[in-house]
Each structure stands twice: as C-alpha cells, then as structure tokens.
C-alpha cells in the first residue's frame, strides 16, 4: 500500500461530506490528512485499517478518523463496502479551537461541557455501532445540508456536529473508555475549575495529600503531558476564546485567564499557538 497525505480543508471550505462505494477490485491509497473525519457504514462490510491495524466494520459502524492517522479499506472478496464521510476542521466549530490538531483537543476544550476528564485517548481506536440508529439520522442530516447548502447551512451543520461529539462523548463514558488514576482525575479537574488561580503540583499535592513525584509522573504516564504542559494548554484554549469572541482588552484576557505577567502570557501563547494573541484575534475573530 503507498503511504500518501492526501486531501485539504481550507478556511473557505472547513467541512465537507461525501458518500464512498468501494468494490472488492478497488484500491484505496493507505492516506493520511490534516483533519478530523466522522465516517458511518451504510451498507456492506469490510476491513477498515487505521496505523497498521486492521479493524473488521460492518453497515451501522460509525468511527472517527483522526488528523495524521494512516488508513484505508480492503474489502472482502465478493463484498462491496458503502460509506459516508464527513470532514471537518475543529475551527468549523469555533474559531478559538484553531490551533487543535487532534480529536482529544478539541473534546478536552470548555466549549464542549462533558463529565469526562481530559484525556489523550485516541479516539480513532474505537469502533461504535449504531443500534438506534440516532447517528445514522445525524450523519445524514449533515450530509444534505451540506449537498444543498440552502440558507444558514453552516449553521446547521455546526449544530449538527456538536451533537454527534456529544453522542461521542456519552458512548466513551457508558463504556468506561477514561480510565485514568483518581489521583489524575483529582488533579487535572481542579485546573479545569480553578485554571484562572495561581496553581503549582507542589500546592495541589499538598492539599489533596498526595506524593508530589509520584502525581507528577503518574500525570505524565497516564495523559502524555506534564501538570504544567496541561495547565498551559487549558489556559490557552480560554483565551482563544476570549479572543475570538469578546472584546476584552488582551492585557484583561491575560488576567482572566491566569496570566498577571502580559509578557509571559504572550510567549506562551505564541508557543502554542505559533501566533500572538493580537495575530490571532485579527485573522480568527467572527
């Protein structure tokens, strides 16, 4: 199979959808792109391969194919496979999830209120099946949307997908998907609720009681990201909202969100986000 990125979303065109029949005689380039995609199976069945690992799906599966995954389709002999797709880049949903470049970072931003605790879950190692059909009605609601772009579609479509997140949401959680150490959980809720204080590990380990290089690298070994890395980042992902749709001075955006030194609140913005908060809020604001 050739390894090949293929597909772009740009700005003017953040989310679009498509049905896919694939035979057994057909070959799909093993691809990778830099968006997220929700895929649902009509009809057929077939093997979906995603990182090198091969994953049996059958009409009525629905899973999401996340920014860099390698995959494609290899369809059982005598078996034809039908799909719909839908692509979408996380600014489609808002602007201030911009700088989002995986399925974990745009579920773990505050846009989306959800009981779960963050997570680098990899999504895309999931496959759901749909019983009731509910996102099979959602999937296609998005889908002629978008094919008859009629008045405020965006809009629609918008909608649509935050529910289809939130049916997400609620299917990692029925099935105890997240299933970090309550020390973890413990910490990484207080920045979530508190990320506008001053926070340090050394003063959340002490009151909560616990072991400050024990939490620290059980916080690294279970999400990826150190306390710090993750308070940052739950910060930052305030602030570009703040950017893109308040009109706070960014000096007043700064505070709120944690920062009372402007300049370290604009280094690290631009770290993560490769621009500075001003660049940001002139090139993402509605």
Same mark, same amino acid.
């Given at each position: 199979? *050739?390894?090949?990125? $293929?597909? $772009? *979303? +740009? +700005?003017? $065109?953040?989310?679009?959808?498509s049905k896919q @029949? #694939?035979?057994? %005689?057909?070959?799909? #380039? @093993?691809?990778?792109?830099?968006? #997220?995609e929700y895929v649902y199976v009509l009809s057929g069945r077939g093997i979906y391969v995603i990182n090198d690992i091969e994953k049996e799906i059958k009409a009525g599966d629905f899973f999401i194919t996340d920014f860099n995954d390698m995959h494609t389709y290899n369809i059982i002999e005598n078996e034809s496979l039908e799909i719909l797709n839908i692509c979408f880049l996380p600014e489609f949903i808002d602007q201030s999830l911009y700088y989002c470049k995986n399925y974990s970072d745009v579920i773990s931003n505050y846009l989306i209120k959800y009981k779960l605790p963050l997570s680098e879950t990899k999504f895309s190692d999931s496959i759901f099946h749909d019983d009731n059909k509910k996102i099979l009605s959602l999937v296609e609601n998005i889908f002629s949307e978008i094919i008859e772009k009629k008045d405020a579609y965006f809009e629609m479509v918008r909608g649509y997908l935050i529910l289809l997140t939130i049916f997400i949401l609620r299917e990692f959680g029925d099935n105890t998907y997240m299933n970090y150490n309550q020390i973890t959980t413990n910490i990484l809720t207080y920045i979530n609720n508190h990320f506008s204080q001053e926070i340090s590990l050394s003063d959340l380990?002490? /009151?909560m009681h616990y072991s400050v290089p024990y939490a620290s690298k059980l916080i690294k070994k279970e999400t990826g990201m150190t306390f710090t890395e993750h308070l940052h980042t739950i910060r930052i992902q305030h602030a570009c909202r703040f950017l893109t749709n308040t009109d706070f001075k960014i000096k007043e955006i700064a505070v #709120? $969100?944690? @920062? %009372?030194? *402007?300049k370290n609140f604009n280094k690290t913005? /631009? %770290?993560y986000t490769h621009y500075t908060p001003s660049e940001f809020r002139n090139t993402h604001k509605k």
């Amino acid at each position: 199979m *050739l390894n090949k990125k $293929t597909g $772009t *979303l +740009r +700005r003017s $065109t953040p989310v679009e959808a498509s049905k896919q @029949y #694939i035979t057994s %005689n057909q070959d799909v #380039i @093993y691809h990778d792109h830099e968006f #997220i995609e929700y895929v649902y199976v009509l009809s057929g069945r077939g093997i979906y391969v995603i990182n090198d690992i091969e994953k049996e799906i059958k009409a009525g599966d629905f899973f999401i194919t996340d920014f860099n995954d390698m995959h494609t389709y290899n369809i059982i002999e005598n078996e034809s496979l039908e799909i719909l797709n839908i692509c979408f880049l996380p600014e489609f949903i808002d602007q201030s999830l911009y700088y989002c470049k995986n399925y974990s970072d745009v579920i773990s931003n505050y846009l989306i209120k959800y009981k779960l605790p963050l997570s680098e879950t990899k999504f895309s190692d999931s496959i759901f099946h749909d019983d009731n059909k509910k996102i099979l009605s959602l999937v296609e609601n998005i889908f002629s949307e978008i094919i008859e772009k009629k008045d405020a579609y965006f809009e629609m479509v918008r909608g649509y997908l935050i529910l289809l997140t939130i049916f997400i949401l609620r299917e990692f959680g029925d099935n105890t998907y997240m299933n970090y150490n309550q020390i973890t959980t413990n910490i990484l809720t207080y920045i979530n609720n508190h990320f506008s204080q001053e926070i340090s590990l050394s003063d959340l380990c002490n /009151k909560m009681h616990y072991s400050v290089p024990y939490a620290s690298k059980l916080i690294k070994k279970e999400t990826g990201m150190t306390f710090t890395e993750h308070l940052h980042t739950i910060r930052i992902q305030h602030a570009c909202r703040f950017l893109t749709n308040t009109d706070f001075k960014i000096k007043e955006i700064a505070v #709120i $969100t944690g @920062y %009372n030194d *402007l300049k370290n609140f604009n280094k690290t913005f /631009k %770290n993560y986000t490769h621009y500075t908060p001003s660049e940001f809020r002139n090139t993402h604001k509605k």
